[in-house]
């Protein structure tokens, strides 16, 4: 807005999230390794000097850019699903589509990319995300399904394994179109797929709903 005072006349307290924000602007375009700390400051509106005053290393800027820009966008699908509180044939189609609902709207799928093209020369990029992002998001799911299992609604299996079956369709999708959208391939529809899916995978994980005993009963004189 023409009313706010340039970036280097801010607090300092404003001067974090303008880098985070930056950082994740040029890792998306760029990569983890051409990414460089002079656009990253440039990007945000401070001296390089200042982006050592909050961080050490360029490590240190993705996991706060995976800390703060993505795992806030985890924690929002987090807070809908638990605010649902219904049994999982509700609540993984919310989620699903919740979750495509922000990957749609953000830069996690180019970091997504990133972190699994330069992992093998970066491996702190993979142990940052799996920690700030991957495991979370894991975590939350199995305790969902694991809560389900309890409650009679999911048949007996692993559920971490069923966990990763149903955001694996979803994870696909993403990469598929970051890497295949700019060369005329059809990208799925991200919500489409996330009702899809969600539908499918759900007949095959919820145990049948009881049969009320009369329905089991023959019709008198039906033979």
């Known amino acids: 807005m023409a009313n706010d005072p340039p970036k280097w006349r801010r607090r300092k307290t404003a001067r974090p999230d303008e880098i985070i924000g930056a950082a994740l602007e040029e890792f998306a375009d760029k990569g983890f390794a051409a990414a460089k700390l002079d656009d990253i400051a440039r990007r ?23 800390r703060a820009a993505l795992a806030r966008n985890l924690e929002a699908v987090r807070a809908d699903a638990e605010a649902l509180d219904g049994p999982l044939s ?16 953000s830069r996690l799928p180019a970091v997504v990319k990133m972190v699994i093209g330069e992992s093998r020369n970066f491996p702190d990029l993979a142990k940052i995300w799996h920690d700030e992002i991957v495991s979370l998001a894991i975590g939350f799911l199995t305790e969902t399904i694991a809560l389900a299992q309890r409650r009679g609604e999911v048949a007996p299996g692993d559920p971490r394994l069923y966990a990763f079956s149903l955001v694996g369709p979803i ?18 529809d991200l919500e489409a797929l996330a009702r899809q899916h969600a539908h499918a995978l759900l007949y095959g994980m919820l145990n049948p709903a009881p049969t009320n005993a009369s329905d089991e009963r023959p019709m008198e004189g039906k033979r």
């Open 44 to 66: 945000a509106g401070v001296s390089k000097g200042s982006l050592y005053l909050y961080f050490e290393t360029k490590e240190d800027i993705f996991r706060a850019v995976a």
């Open 171 to 188: 994870v696909m999708a993403v990469l598929f179109r970051e890497v295949f959208g700019g060369v005329g391939a059809e990208a799925p």
């Open 90 to 105: 509700q609540l993984a189609p919310a989620i699903l589509t919740n979750a495509v609902k922000i990957i749609g709207a």
